[in-house]
């Protein structure tokens, strides 16, 4: 019938504990969030630059003395979003 000196079956396999938060948490939502503002009151000032002009000439001067500053503001919502994933 059932063999008393027969081993238990092996219990099964436990799952690894999650990893620690990074302690750079702080710093990617610091990029996150600066980069958020930078683009959102770069794009609001090409906006408000441009507005009123009906022929289109300022919305490329506007762009072109503005995409430094877009510029930036995407590589800090970059590099904010790439630390949170960690």
Known sequence: MSDPTAAAPPPPPVAPPPP??????G???FFAITGAIVLFLTL????GVSW??????MIGI???CGSPTLLLGGV???L??????R
């Not at 009123?52 to 000439?57: A, E, F, T």
């Not at 904010?80 to 994933?85: A, E, I, P």
């Open 44 to 47: 609001g000032c090409i906006i």
């Open 80 to 85: 904010g979003s790439r630390r949170l994933k």
């Open 62 to 64: 506007a762009l072109l």
């Open 27 to 29: 710093l990617g939502w």
């Open 52 to 57: 009123d002009d009906r022929s289109g000439d």
């Open 76 to 78: 800090f919502l970059w």
């Open 20 to 25: 620690p938060l990074s302690k750079d948490r």
